[in-house]
């Protein structure tokens, strides 16, 4: 059961990456911006399924949920017209993007299916659970953090205040 | 395995469908003969009292069966130059995040009450609800309208500003109950405080529920923080180009935010479904008559809540948008921070 | 003086400097819109929420008032002067009689004056009613509103006792008034009184003291005394700028100089001192009434004088004299020897001038209002520059602009 949502999920999830760069329903950034929260929401899914709730949730809240509102904010604001987007045209760095990306996606779905080749593995979801009952709540993600992370974490923290710091001084036209 | 995962799906969608079409929903379309008989009271006036079927008039009761044939039977209208595809979707967009956060709210006293008792509890509705901000902005852009697109701009920074608020004001309701678990905090409510007062939320957190009132109000857009609908300056400021089902799907949203927050309200500061001074014992919860009881109050709770909200919302002004972004950033962030600190010291020194 | 946070641009080389260029957003408020009770259009070019420019457009309750009295008798103008500011009709109706009989040099009666000065202040009253229901209503304080029109339908139902029409009242006649006030009009007005009294006491109540609607009416829509001099605005605009400028005090004119009133006036000249002066104002209003109707003296209503006035009934069907003054009155017009006259008077919102020109026959040959909102709306844009779009509402509120005065 959960390997069937698991591949629902992540085949949803990769459909709409595709069509964050191809959208089926024309040349419009709003629409990719949609598909990227989409695929955002299918990965906090699949998190759900790894039995990480608590980094699901704050998947949506934070990614989804205030990100992307910035993003859509932006998109919206510019309002691009057609003209200012430009017509679809293939050019060399296209072309080269394409092929780049196709080698590597060939390289990672070779590695994967070699590794399973090596060293078959099983799928631990659901269905057989974490090892540690208390994986991925709340508590545990919490003693992770301020007890064996506690550096990174901190200096994280500077730098987002670093971060918001340097926004306030480029944002705010007189101080 | 597979049996058990799909009963506890069919079990959990047969909740839900009873719990927010049979409920939520009701309500909503409820709260609209509430709202206007209320104002009424208030303002000196009968209120609707027209529509009879058969010359029964039931005190206006026919106004919500007339008002949605009303909707049903306008044009869907989607303006020129519209987005169309986005027009039609930003309405589900709004409506399905506000009523897929009723999952987690446990009604009851046992696991059966709840659609789905989640760990993260409290954090679920926050993640689905910051969702629903899309909606809004998503409809005003898609609009093509210059006061949709305000409307949109101003609920999508308000909304955001609020959030972050609102989760901090229950910061210190986890640190007292230790959990974040709707049904462990309800269960936590059930204590008295030195014998006589229920360990309700409002009672150890009295800072952290008004704070979350004013945030979770704002959250909802209704007056005094409705600037982005504010019907002056902005017409309808996001919804504006709406007509028919469409626009009484916006309404249909609003009200279940109303009735969300009331719950919220009633779960987190209220003891939930506790009847206070009658300490839920194992035995006690075990019969059914206690089960429904403890449903009714949570309930008649929410509806206290309901009534609230509507009365603010006929007492207070429409803030300006700058006020309202001073005050979400200046005032109420700041007390909620301290109040974690606060709590966080009593805590630590009272342990 | 003003504490208003006004947004300051950046200047086209600060934005190249920054390499930040901001796009305009061109908003069309109005004809038609929640705001602009009434019908006007405002053209606004925002930056965000700020608002650069402001363009008010008037003219879409346009009925050519002016050109309509010059087709007209001088008597045929009344039921015209009804719709210029149709919040408070008497006081445009006694407004235009006083600048004909200022031309015809005639005195009217005592009583006449006694009751046009109480119909006058009744309408003041209906007005600022209008103005404060509408301010609340547009803060989003829907309950205030239903009051304030609550009190103004009590002032309706006697208006209608005083002339049997709520709105188009045409009750004042050159010379006098078509009648006298209704026996039951002390008593009557003393039931309005009260309810009127407890519906004020209720607004006060309910926004008197409300930190939202102090924050939103303070400090916003400061004009300073200078400008609101220069722009030529009167009224309760001017005197929240703390100008003491009224013209029932600098030219008294029916019963004013013979009553005991103050003159309120503010110090910021923004919307709450605005909204202030008007609540005061109806207090004044009201005193005023009350001593008017204790010295009102015993007497006809109108002159005797046939020339002027429509000569009785009786007398008409009765004397040959009386039949022709009423037939050279009624095809021909009263006759206005020929000249010209400015005659100004307090209206609601401010100074309310007629200037008519005579040519000695029964019609005008010009008629000017100068209604007092159309300054006040022309100050629109100094007062919003800079300010947000918010800031608007309450703005244009308290100016209360009315369509059918400023549009003629």
Same mark, same amino acid.
């Given at each position: @059961?959960?390997?069937?949502?698991?591949?629902?999920?992540?085949?949803?999830?990769?459909?709409?990456?595709?069509?964050?760069a191809?959208?089926?329903?024309?040349?419009?950034?709003?629409?990719?911006?949609?598909?990227?929260?989409?695929?955002?929401?299918?990965?906090?899914?699949?998190?759900?399924?790894?039995?990480?709730?608590?980094?699901?949730? #704050?998947? &949506?809240?934070?990614?989804?949920?205030?990100? @992307?509102?910035?993003?859509?904010?932006?998109?919206?604001?510019?309002?691009?017209?057609?003209?200012?987007?430009?017509?679809?045209?293939?050019?060399?760095?296209?072309?080269?993007?394409?092929?780049?990306?196709?080698?590597?996606?060939?390289?990672?779905?070779?590695?994967?299916?070699?590794?399973?080749?090596? /060293?078959? *593995?099983?799928?631990?979801?659901?269905?057989g659970?974490?090892s540690?009952?208390?994986?991925?709540?709340?508590?545990?993600?919490?003693? =992770?953090?301020?007890?064996?992370?506690?550096?990174?974490?901190?200096?994280?923290?500077?730098?987002?205040?670093?971060?918001?710091?340097?926004?306030?001084?480029?944002?705010?036209?007189?101080? | 395995?597979?049996?058990?995962?799909?009963?506890?799906?069919?079990h959990a969608?047969?909740?839900?469908?009873?719990?927010?079409?049979?409920?939520?929903?009701? #309500?909503?379309?409820?709260?609209?003969?509430?709202?206007?008989?209320?104002?009424?009271?208030?303002?000196?006036?009968?209120?609707?009292n027209?529509?009879?079927?058969?010359?029964?008039?039931?005190?206006?009761?026919?106004?919500?069966?007339?008002?949605?044939?009303?909707?049903?039977?306008?044009?869907?209208? *989607?303006p020129?130059?519209?987005?169309?595809?986005?027009?039609?979707?930003?309405?589900?967009?709004?409506?399905?995040?506000?009523?897929?956060?009723?999952?987690?709210?446990?009604?009851?006293?046992?696991?059966?009450?709840?659609?789905?008792? #989640?760990?993260?509890?409290?954090?679920?509705?926050?993640?689905?609800?910051?969702?629903?901000?899309?909606?809004?902005?998503? /409809?005003?852009?898609?609009?093509?309208?210059?006061?949709?697109?305000?409307?949109?701009?101003?609920?999508?920074?308000?909304?955001?500003?609020?959030?972050?608020?609102?989760?901090?004001?229950?910061?210190?309701?986890?640190?007292?109950?230790?959990?974040?678990?709707?049904q462990?905090?309800?269960?936590?409510?059930?204590?008295?405080?030195?014998?006589?007062?229920?360990?309700?939320?409002?009672?150890?957190?009295?800072?952290?529920?008004?704070?979350?009132?004013?945030?979770?109000?704002?959250?909802?857009?209704?007056?005094?923080?409705?600037?982005?609908?504010?019907?002056?300056?902005?017409?309808?400021?996001?919804?504006?180009?709406?007509?028919?089902?469409?626009?009484?799907?916006?309404?249909?949203?609003?009200?279940?935010?109303?009735?969300?927050?009331?719950?919220?309200?009633?779960?987190?500061?209220?003891?939930?479904?506790?009847? %206070?001074?009658?300490?839920?014992?194992?035995?006690?919860?075990?019969?059914?008559?206690?089960?429904?009881?403890?449903?009714?109050?949570?309930?008649?709770?929410?509806?206290?809540?309901?009534w609230?909200?509507?009365?603010?919302?006929?007492?207070?002004?429409?803030?300006?948008?700058?006020?309202?972004?001073?005050?979400?950033?200046?005032?109420?962030?700041?007390?909620?921070?301290?109040?974690?600190?606060?709590?966080?010291?009593?805590?630590?020194?009272?342990? | 003086?003003?504490?208003?946070?006004?947004?300051?641009?950046?200047?086209?080389?600060?934005?190249?400097r920054?390499?930040?260029?901001?796009?305009?957003m061109?908003?069309?408020?109005?004809?038609?819109?929640?705001?602009?009770?009434?019908?006007?259009?405002?053209?606004?070019?925002?930056e965000?929420?700020t608002?650069?420019?402001?363009?008010?457009?008037?003219?879409?309750?346009?009925?050519?008032?002016?050109?309509?009295?010059?087709?007209?008798?001088?008597?045929?103008?009344?039921?015209?002067?009804?719709?210029?500011?149709?919040?408070?009709?008497?006081?445009?109706?006694?407004?235009?009689?006083?600048?004909?009989?200022?031309?015809?040099?005639?005195?009217?009666?005592?009583?006449?004056?006694?009751?046009?000065?109480?119909?006058?202040?009744?309408?003041?009253?209906?007005?600022?009613?209008?103005?404060?229901?509408?301010?609340? #209503?547009?803060?989003?304080?829907?309950?205030?509103?239903?009051?304030?029109?609550?009190?103004?339908?009590?002032?309706?139902?006697?208006?209608?006792?005083?002339?049997?029409?709520r709105?188009?009242?045409?009750?004042?006649?050159?010379?006098?008034?078509?009648?006298?006030?209704?026996?039951?009009?002390?008593?009557?007005? =003393?039931?309005?009184?009260?309810?009127?009294?407890?519906?004020?006491?209720?607004?006060?109540?309910?926004?008197?003291?409300?930190?939202?609607? &102090?924050?939103?009416?303070q400090?916003?829509? &400061?004009?300073?005394?200078?400008?609101?001099?220069?722009?030529?605005?009167?009224?309760?605009?001017?005197?929240?700028?703390?100008?003491?400028?009224?013209?029932r005090?600098?030219?008294?004119?029916?019963?004013?100089?013979?009553?005991?009133?103050?003159?309120?006036?503010?110090?910021?000249?923004?919307?709450?001192?605005?909204?202030?002066?008007?609540?005061?104002?109806?207090?004044?209003?009201?005193?005023?009434?009350?001593?008017?109707i204790?010295?009102? %003296?015993?007497?006809?209503?109108?002159?005797?004088?046939?020339?002027?006035?429509?000569?009785? =009934?009786d007398?008409?069907?009765?004397?040959?004299?009386?039949?022709?003054?009423?037939f050279?009155?009624? @095809?021909?017009?009263?006759?206005?020897?020929?000249?010209?006259?400015?005659?100004?008077?307090?209206?609601?919102?401010?100074?309310?001038?007629?200037?008519?020109?005579?040519?000695?026959?029964?019609?005008?040959?010009?008629?000017?209002?100068?209604?007092?909102?159309?300054?006040?709306?022309?100050?629109? %844009?100094?007062?919003?520059?800079g300010?947000?779009?918010?800031?608007?509402?309450?703005?244009?509120?308290?100016?209360?602009?009315?369509?059918?005065?400023?549009?003629?």
């Amino acid at each position: @059961m959960a390997l069937i949502l698991f591949f629902v999920f992540a085949i949803a999830a990769v459909l709409s990456g595709i069509c964050v760069a191809f959208s089926p329903f024309g040349n419009n950034p709003v629409y990719s911006a949609i598909a990227l929260i989409m695929t955002l929401f299918f990965l906090a899914c699949e998190f759900v399924l790894l039995h990480a709730t608590f980094i699901a949730v #704050l998947q &949506i809240l934070v990614y989804a949920g205030a990100i @992307m509102v910035l993003f859509t904010f932006v998109i919206m604001l510019l309002n691009l017209s057609k003209e200012e987007i430009g017509e679809e045209r293939l050019t060399l760095t296209k072309v080269v993007g394409l092929v780049v990306v196709l080698i590597g996606l060939t390289y990672q779905i070779g590695r994967v299916i070699w590794a399973h080749k090596v /060293a078959p *593995v099983t799928l631990h979801l659901t269905d057989g659970g974490p090892s540690n009952p208390a994986f991925g709540t709340i508590q545990d993600v919490g003693v =992770k953090l301020f007890q064996d992370f506690l550096v990174p974490f901190e200096v994280t923290s500077i730098l987002l205040l670093v971060a918001i710091v340097g926004a306030v001084v480029l944002a705010k036209r007189k101080i | 395995m597979t049996a058990q995962v799909v009963e506890a799906l069919v079990h959990a969608a047969i909740k839900f469908a009873i719990l927010v079409p049979g409920f939520v929903l009701a #309500l909503a379309a409820l709260m609209s003969w509430i709202e206007r008989r209320q104002s009424a009271m208030i303002q000196d006036r009968v209120g609707p009292n027209r529509a009879s079927i058969g010359g029964v008039r039931a005190w206006g009761l026919f106004h919500i069966i007339a008002d949605t044939l009303k909707f049903a039977l306008k044009e869907n209208i *989607v303006p020129r130059g519209s987005n169309p595809l986005l027009f039609r979707l930003a309405p589900f967009m709004a409506m399905a995040p506000a009523l897929i956060v009723f999952a987690v709210m446990p009604v009851g006293p046992t696991n059966r009450w709840v659609v789905s008792n #989640l760990d993260v509890g409290i954090l679920f509705i926050f993640a689905i609800g910051s969702l629903s901000v899309y909606g809004a902005t998503i /409809a005003g852009w898609s609009s093509n309208n210059n006061f949709s697109l305000l409307g949109a701009l101003r609920v999508s920074a308000q909304m955001i500003s609020y959030e972050v608020s609102l989760a901090l004001n229950l910061v210190g309701v986890f640190m007292v109950f230790g959990s974040i678990n709707l049904q462990t905090i309800i269960e936590g409510q059930g204590a008295l405080l030195g014998g006589v007062l229920p360990k309700w939320g409002i009672v150890v957190q009295p800072v952290a529920f008004f704070l979350f009132l004013a945030a979770s109000i704002a959250e909802t857009k209704r007056t005094p923080f409705d600037a982005p609908e504010g019907e002056p300056e902005l017409v309808s400021g996001y919804f504006t180009e709406y007509s028919g089902l469409a626009l009484a799907t916006w309404f249909l949203t609003e009200f279940a935010a109303v009735i969300m927050v009331a719950m919220m309200a009633t779960a987190v500061f209220f003891g939930g479904w506790q009847i %206070p001074w009658l300490p839920p014992t194992p035995a006690l919860v075990a019969t059914w008559w206690f089960q429904i009881a403890c449903v009714m109050a949570f309930f008649a709770k929410t509806l206290f809540f309901v009534w609230v909200q509507m009365q603010l919302r006929w007492t207070l002004l429409r803030m300006r948008y700058d006020q309202i972004m001073t005050m979400g950033w200046k005032y109420i962030l700041p007390i909620s921070l301290a109040n974690v600190l606060v709590t966080g010291l009593f805590l630590l020194l009272t342990r | 003086m003003s504490t208003e946070t006004v947004r300051e641009y950046l200047t086209e080389e600060e934005e190249d400097r920054i390499g930040l260029h901001t796009q305009e957003m061109i908003l069309n408020m109005g004809p038609s819109h929640p705001a602009t009770h009434g019908t006007v259009k405002f053209t606004l070019r925002l930056e965000g929420e700020t608002i650069r420019d402001l363009d008010p457009d008037i003219g879409y309750l346009h009925r050519g008032f002016e050109k309509m009295c010059e087709n007209a008798t001088y008597t045929h103008a009344f039921p015209y002067t009804d719709r210029l500011n149709y919040c408070s009709p008497f006081i445009n109706n006694v407004g235009y009689a006083l600048a004909v009989e200022k031309l015809l040099g005639i005195e009217i009666t005592e009583r006449c004056k006694y009751v046009r000065t109480i119909i006058s202040e009744l309408h003041r009253i209906s007005d600022h009613l209008t103005c404060l229901a509408a301010t609340s #209503l547009e803060l989003g304080a829907f309950t205030v509103f239903l009051y304030g029109v609550q009190s103004r339908e009590e002032i309706y139902v006697l208006t209608e006792e005083i002339c049997g029409a709520r709105l188009t009242v045409s009750y004042v006649r050159i010379g006098g008034l078509t009648d006298d006030l209704p026996e039951s009009f002390a008593d009557h007005w =003393k039931l309005v009184k009260r309810r009127l009294d407890k519906n004020l006491y209720d607004i006060d109540k309910l926004i008197g003291r409300n930190r939202i609607f &102090i924050d939103r009416m303070q400090n916003t829509g &400061i004009l300073d005394t200078e400008t609101a001099i220069s722009y030529g605005c009167t009224g309760p605009f001017l005197r929240a700028c703390g100008v003491e400028y009224d013209v029932r005090d600098a030219a008294p004119y029916l019963v004013y100089d013979r009553l005991d009133w103050t003159m309120p006036t503010g110090t910021r000249g923004d919307n709450w001192d605005r909204f202030l002066i008007r609540l005061a104002e109806i207090e004044q209003s009201i005193s005023m009434i009350d001593q008017c109707i204790e010295q009102m %003296p015993e007497g006809p209503v109108r002159i005797d004088d046939w020339r002027v006035v429509l000569p009785p =009934k009786d007398e008409v069907y009765n004397s040959i004299e009386a039949m022709m003054a009423h037939f050279k009155l009624i @095809m021909e017009g009263l006759k206005v020897p020929p000249g010209e006259v400015y005659s100004y008077t307090e209206g609601a919102n401010g100074e309310l001038g007629f200037f008519i020109v005579s040519d000695g026959s029964g019609k005008p040959s010009r008629v000017h209002v100068r209604p007092p909102c159309y300054h006040l709306v022309a100050a629109l %844009p100094e007062i919003m520059r800079g300010k947000l779009i918010q800031d608007l509402v309450p703005t244009f509120d308290t100016i209360n602009m009315i369509g059918g005065e400023i549009d003629r």
